[in-house]
């Protein structure tokens, strides 16, 4: 099961008012584990970046300027995603922008039901506690000290920890991994399987002593001792 586990940052928080997306990070898993697999872009806007936006994740004009605008990227991010679940938090607003870049793209958009939402799976797991990434960091001691600006790239690969917490402690299956990350093949459980008979008896590991005193204490039981029933 492959899943990617992704995060946006924009100009501000309405497409539709001209703010575009300026950065995008993915990171890959596969039945849960994460495979090394990234996506990362920086995204010039066209635009100007409000001071409000620049004091959430501190990439300005000068250092997009010479980025690539989201027309030459659109179809090489959609070629990494493929159909694959999208673990987003807050998913509706980065589906939002996402949709509005492809479709001012002529792309196809993406279906709301590819993403997973883990806001909405940590408000439904822990009601009327904060929800927020740094708060979900802190309820599962994961260390989140170099977050001090958004970045979509670090954000995703700390949303990844918290996901596998979310749905149940990391490698909830115990998928197994080759050194690439990609998983292995498992092998069927025969339910019908027992244990066959040693081809070679342990060796007794009671002395003569201890076993005598065993015999003297069953037989003090007389005929009613389980063990007789078994000799």
């Keep these: 099961m492959r899943e990617i586990v992704l995060d946006t940052e924009t100009t501000g928080f309405e497409p539709e008012q001209g703010d575009r997306i300026v950065e995008i990070g993915a990171v890959e898993l596969y039945n849960h584990m994460p495979t090394g697999e990234t996506y990362h872009q920086y995204i010039n806007p066209k635009r100007g970046m409000p001071q409000e936006a620049f004091a959430v994740h501190g990439l300005g004009d000068e250092f997009l300027a010479d980025k690539p605008v989201f027309e030459r990227i659109g179809q090489a991010f959609l070629d990494f995603i ?3 679940k999208l673990i ?5 607003f980065d589906m939002k922008f996402l949709n509005a870049e492809l479709g001012w793209m002529g792309l196809p958009k993406l279906p709301m039901d590819q993403a997973v939402d883990t806001l909405e799976i940590a408000r439904r797991k ?4 904060p929800a927020s990434l740094d708060a979900l960091c802190r309820r599962f001691n994961i260390d989140n000290s170099s977050r001090t600006l958004h970045g979509a790239l670090l954000d995703s690969e700390i949303l990844a920890e918290v996901y ?3 749905i149940g402690g990391k490698q909830p299956d115990f998928g197994l991994a080759t050194a690439s990350g990609k998983p292995t093949a498992t092998t069927e459980i025969d339910s019908s ?3 066959g008979a040693r081809p070679t008896a342990l060796s007794p590991r009671l002395s003569e002593k201890e076993t005598a005193a065993h015999l003297t204490f069953v037989n003090a039981m007389g005929d009613g001792a389980i063990w007789k029933k078994f000799s």
Excluded: Q, V
Excluded at 88 to 92: F, M, P, S
Excluded at 126 to 129: H, I, L, R, Y
């Design 193 to 195: 399987w027992r244990p």
């Design 88 to 92: 987003i938090h807050n998913a509706a």
């Design 126 to 129: 822990f009601p009327g506690s």
């Design 82 to 84: 493929g159909n694959s």
């Design 164 to 166: 596998l917490e979310l």
